[in-house]
């Protein structure tokens, strides 16, 4: 009796985890995770700010990225990837503080969950960009610091409305289980400031090159 029991419960174990494991999407057992068009896209925002666990803010009024959805369909969680990221220069921080962000790529956009709906109506894919790596530089009037922030972030796809190019990636903390980046490798006596992990915020309009934005679904 004790080992049906115990049989029943690993049995019960390994389908909870299947089911975790899996988009939330309702889908077949040939779902996959489609992107159209595939190729190249670059990626506009206006404010971004990276902002450490103890509260500093290093805000940049502008970024950009590029990157390419390359197969579709695709089992996933890989969409696709982020080649090129850039910050406007000098980026703003505090006690008058000036910072230049230098990224070292590719970075991975991953989608993880899929639902209708979303900021267009037309769908959003929830999911993370991992792999990120970047090189922080700047100055106060406590001195010189340089940084590196490495790991993952949270970030949401917003399908553009139908045919649209308004297609928006949102990077931002997740409510629960929010991910956060790395800093470490500091050097200066400007550094002393800095804290051990941050966040990152930004919200990127997404274009592919044929002037819409791409639509993620899965199914």
Do not use: E, R
Request: net charge positive.
């Amino acid at each position: 009796m004790f080992k049906k029991a115990g049989i029943l419960t690993a049995v019960g174990a390994a389908a909870a985890a299947v089911a975790l494991a899996a988009p939330s999407a309702v889908a077949g057992p040939t779902a996959a995770w489609t992107v159209t068009p595939t190729g190249n896209f670059t990626g506009t925002a206006g404010v971004t700010t990276l902002t450490d666990n103890i509260g500093n803010a290093i805000k940049c009024t502008t970024a950009s990225a590029s990157g390419n959805a390359p197969t579709s369909p695709t089992a996933g969680p890989q969409l696709a990837s982020i080649t090129a990221a850039a910050f406007n220069a000098p980026c703003t921080g505090p006690f008058s503080s000036t910072w230049t962000i230098t990224s070292t790529v590719p970075w991975k956009l991953n989608g993880t969950s899929y639902a209708t709906g979303g900021t267009n109506g037309t769908g959003v894919t929830t999911g993370n960009i991992s792999t990120i790596s970047a090189t922080v530089t700047g100055s106060s009037v406590l001195g010189a610091c340089t940084f590196k922030v490495t790991g993952s972030v949270n970030a949401k796809y917003n399908n553009p409305s139908t045919g649209g190019s308004n297609g928006t990636l949102d990077v931002a903390p997740a409510a629960t289980s929010p991910l956060l980046l790395t800093i470490g490798s500091k050097v200066g006596p400007g550094c002393g400031i800095v804290g051990s992990t941050a966040t990152f915020k930004g919200v990127y309009t997404i274009k592919h090159t044929s002037g819409v934005s791409p639509v993620i679904k899965y199914s």
